[in-house]
């Protein structure tokens, strides 16, 4: 079977190369339109129930706009999360790092906001 797909590839070896060739030219000139329909989620289908279900969501609750960073704080020896002077110096970072990006960085929300949830 190997064999005789590699006689038959090599004996039209041309008609390969051209095939292949007029595929990837072809590939990419689908492809360019393809921004239009495709988003970071995937393909995105304007008459599909979930892009409806999407809209009417974003419209009660507001567009998603948070990408997600996930920051590991530890505690020093002898100290925990709770403790007040950790916890101060915690938020202290997290304001710093919002004002010194605020056109990155939109609100910090986890523990140290809200530590009784």
């Not at 020093?76 to 999360?81: L, M, S």
């Amino acid at each position: 079977m190997f064999a005789w797909w590699g006689r038959t590839v090599y004996r039209y070896r041309n008609i390969v190369i051209g095939l292949m060739v007029a595929l990837c030219i072809g590939g990419g000139i689908f492809g360019m339109d393809l921004g239009k329909h495709v988003t970071q989620s995937g393909f995105y289908d304007e008459g599909s129930q979930s892009v409806k279900a999407s809209l009417i969501a974003d419209a009660a609750y507001g567009r998603d706009t948070s990408g997600h960073i996930v920051a590991i704080y530890t505690a020093p020896d002898g100290k925990t999360v709770d403790d007040p002077e950790f916890s101060k110096k915690i938020l202290d970072n997290l304001d710093q790092a919002q004002q010194d990006h605020p056109d990155e960085i939109l609100r910090s929300i986890g523990y140290f906001r809200n530590p009784e949830l």
